[in-house]
């Protein structure tokens, strides 16, 4: 390995290191998908409200639900493996695109998207490095067509089952690679033909999954609703990155070695480069929190998009440049995950002096919870320790307790399985994350008490209501 890679790899190790310590995943939607594969069957709780995405949330949180029932974890030990092998997927990715690809282009961007995007348990991680996966194999011409057909057929099925955002992708790749020739470069023909053929098939698979296979769940299908346009909306773009600003240093950085392919030659960017940088890492370690990670996925995509098809027409030059931006990359996030994991450290020494037995609304403790979420104002972008007159308090809690669903079964896991807090939901779409059947299913299977209580608590507030014990 180069120094880049030597670089991404040490930083990702850190972020997943930090990550498990902390149980970060039990801070958004990872809380509902670890919960489910702990209190039950994770299809059945979870993913079968999301056919449409199930191999993608299978590989990715699948072999935790299986090592839970074939070695019987206590809790803590599920969430420790659990955070373990979901970092791991990644890494398997990685290790596949090393084996395949002829150049480390595929591998080094790849690796460089899920570390800035890793805290957040999209299942873009896992749809994106089988795209890179399939687009190295068709991208090498030595392969003869039947077997860019046979990697098509099987990847493509992979990739049906994975994420709609590809399709976005692949169609983005076409775009960028055909206004290539404005610069006088070009990509090759067969990858450009693959990649627009499996984009449209993958957009036509994702059009009749949304009338076919629609989630299952009312609230989950009118919160998707309410951001089908992210990945659409230049506007909503530019605010994640006006509101995390070293979201945008780091697609700089994977962007800026392809300033040659598009005949951009300035004597200062190397200094230009650096003094970004350095901006970056004061975003990183002044203004990294919760919706970081998850508001990289909508932008990602297409930076790391655009930066392969600006490294493709010459990836030997293009490795040579990005050594430095890679290097500088993996320094920014390695110091956001550090800065992340201090806030969740504090975060649960706040939520250990407040627990106490038995599942209890937070509203009703004797001190007022501070969990009003944070306006993105200037001070909480560019230096969120000075907001406020109490950190935890004014800038922590606010900004790691902005969804009101995580912290029940955060607080469940962290007290053992002995209580929980949690914030009641409003009526109307507010998403819950169960569907009340599949809630009486697993009551009916609990393994103890403790489980049992929770899922009846679960029944009362957090699932669509249906017949059963929601209405008991």
Known sequence: MDRSDKALVAAFLLAAGLGTWTHCLMHDDGAVILSSGWLG??????????????????????????ARA??????????????????????????????????????????ALALAMIYFPTELIFGVGVWLIWLALVSDSARPTWG??????????IMA????????????????GLALPLFGQRLPTRSLVAVAVLSVALLAFYLAAARWLPP?????????????FAYLSPVWMLRTLMYFPMI????FLLLVPGADTLRLRWRFLPLATLAIAVFGLWCAAAGTSLKTSTWTRHTGLYAMTLALVLALPAPAAWLRRAERPLILFATI???????FNIDLWLFGRFIDRELRPGIVDAATLPAPWPSQRPEPVAGRILFKFGVGE???????????????????????????????LFHPLGGGAEWRPFECPAVERAHAQARDAQDRQFLEFLARHYCARGAGLSDR
Not at 41 to 66: E, K, N
């Open 41 to 66: 069957s994770l299809w059945d709780l979870y993913v079968s409200q999301i056919a449409s995405r199930a191999v993608a949330v299978f590989a990715m949180h699948g072999p935790a639900w299986l």
């Open 216 to 228: 299952t769940n009312p609230t989950d299908g009118a919160s998707q609703e309410a951001n089908r």
């Open 333 to 339: 996030v390695a110091v956001s995950a550090l800065s």
């Open 148 to 157: 860019v057909v046979l990697a098509t057929l099987l990847l493509g099925a």
């Open 161 to 176: 089952f994975s994420h709609p955002a590809l399709a976005l992708m692949g169609l983005f790749f076409v775009a960028a």
């Open 70 to 111: 074939a070695f019987d974890l206590d809790a803590g030990a599920y969430l420790t493996v659990a955070h373990v092998l979901y970092f791991a997927v990644p890494l398997v990715l990685w290790l596949m695109l090393r084996a395949v690809e002829r150049d480390r282009l595929f591998s080094r961007l790849y690796l």
């Open 390 to 420: 109490e950190y935890v308090r004014d800038g922590v809690m606010p900004s790691y307790d902005w969804s009101r669903i995580p912290l029940a079964f955060y607080t469940y896991f962290r007290s053992d399985r002995q209580g929980a």
């Open 248 to 251: 945008a240093v780091l697609w």
